[in-house]
């Protein structure tokens, strides 16, 4: 059978070969497939990364898919952003991807889409229990395969963007599949790129495809400040998440990508929301509203972002993580071959330095994203009791995703991640030493409860 685990909040996921193999993969494909003739739909396109499992996993699934009546349209290796174009450009009724984004390279797993929406939470379920039941559609499927999308997407970007001047930049892909389509179109805008690590490789050799994480961007630091060039973007494994550092080589966080790209949005759309998660710096709620837009908080997750957005009509949201979504101009889901495009737009705009891009704002202590290995059939136990005990004892926190606590000089944050066994926690504040404070104060609350 299936381990229900692996079908986690957003997407399923696990280590090849001890939680996943292509027998389960079969069974998703059938699962999928009848999960789409329940709802009268049919057809779909199917995606891979470059991870070395992947081909082997997307044969299972289509041939499961195939069996349940599905129309099959195979891309090939693909960005998990041109899996989401290939379902607009193509009119399919959903979409399959196998990859398991930035996680090692012996994990793999899938994302479900019906339409351009995912397929998450209790419909992510459902398709677990049409597994569990084994009531499978029954059919005869058709199977193509059409890479001519990858063209269609790249002429589409470079449609939609306008530099006004050459910029000079830096392109890690870490050895994931963005590699396949960023430089080309940066080179196609008029600008100067070195690249590094863009040639697909499933094994990660030189570093970890997280972006956002310090030490998988120390060579494209060293190569932008050796080089002198203006900026340095990292992509993850599948290309849906993004990293920048400044010519100085420092990485910005995503929220400060977010920041940077919300100024342009909002000179543009004055008054328009912005949807930004719960990790994100109180600098950056405060520069929206200087910006003259309305920021509005809400849980971490792809899925969620994107369903929120649709919900209320915002057309620019981003996450801490580097999952940032664009409607204006764009189609509205994460992409990060795509924001890298808007954020060189940006620097081209002006002849000042990335590292000055912010300079004005208040300075502010934070963390990165820290993370607290905790079992995943105990971190949301974890999570609600920190919450209710800090609640107990009058603090301000806000529980829309986890436990956000608000001080007048700092917060402190602490979730649960929906993808791997860890609680997530980060702290900001108007120094240092209260920093350090607001993060004892929480996390001696969690270790309690561990």
């Given at each position: ?26 069974l ?7 999960y ?12 891979g ?26 891309i ?170 400044d ?11 977010l ?26 709620y ?25 919900e ?58 820290l ?48 993808t ?31």
């Amino acid at each position: 059978m299936i381990k229900p685990e692996v079908f986690r909040q957003y997407d399923i996921r696990g280590i090849m070969g001890e939680d996943i193999d292509e027998e389960s993969f079969y069974l998703i494909g059938k699962g999928f497939g009848t999960y789409l003739h329940q709802k009268g739909l049919s057809s779909l396109v199917l995606g891979g990364d470059a991870r070395l499992t992947t081909p082997s996993l997307k044969e299972a699934f289509a041939r499961g898919a195939l069996e349940t009546g599905c129309t099959v349209i195979d891309i090939g290796m693909v960005a998990t952003p041109v899996l989401y174009f290939s379902i607009w450009k193509l009119k399919t009724d959903g979409g399959a991807m196998i990859t398991a984004s930035h996680n090692p390279s012996n994990y793999n797993g899938c994302k479900l889409n019906l339409g351009l929406d995912s397929v998450y939470a209790d419909e992510l379920q459902k398709v677990l229990h049409i597994i569990q039941k084994g009531e499978f559609a029954s059919g005869s499927g058709t199977y193509t395969i059409n890479t001519s999308v990858n063209d269609d997407y790249k002429d589409y970007i470079i449609s939609g963007i306008t530099l006004e001047r050459p910029v000079k930049v830096v392109i890690d892909a870490g050895n994931g599949v963005g590699g396949l389509y960023l430089p080309e179109i940066l080179e196609n805008l008029g600008c100067e790129v070195i690249t590094m690590y863009c040639e697909p490789d499933g094994s990660f050799p030189n570093h970890h495809p997280d972006p956002t994480i310090e030490k998988n961007m120390q060579d494209l630091s060293k190569k932008v400040v050796s080089e002198g060039y203006e900026l340095g973007i990292g992509l993850d494994g599948d290309a849906d998440r993004i990293g920048v550092v400044d010519e100085k080589g420092k990485l910005l966080f995503g929220d400060q990508i977010l920041n940077i790209l919300a100024r342009d949005y909002l000179k543009h759309n004055p008054g328009k929301s912005v949807i930004v998660d719960v990790k994100c710096s109180k600098n950056l709620y405060d520069d929206i509203i200087k910006y003259g837009g309305v920021p509005i908080m809400y849980k971490t997750g792809h899925a969620n972002i994107k369903m929120k957005m649709k919900e209320l009509g915002v057309e620019f949201a981003g996450e801490m993580s580097g999952h940032i979504f664009l409607a204006d101009r764009y189609l509205g889901y994460d992409d990060a071959i795509y924001v890298s495009c808007r954020f060189i737009e940006v620097v081209s705009k002006t002849e000042k330095p990335v590292s000055t891009f912010l300079a004005d704002q208040p300075k502010m202590y934070n963390t990165p994203e820290l993370h607290i290995d905790c079992p995943d059939d105990r971190k949301f136990e974890v999570v609600a009791k920190v919450c209710d005990e800090l609640k107990a004892e009058g603090y301000d926190v806000l529980d829309i995703d986890g436990a956000r606590v608000n001080f007048p000089d700092g917060w402190g944050l602490v979730r649960a991640s929906n993808t791997t066994p860890v609680l997530v926690t980060r702290f900001e504040a108007v120094t240092e030493e209260r920093m350090k404070e607001i993060q004892q104060l929480i996390e001696s609350k969690i270790y309690k409860y561990l």
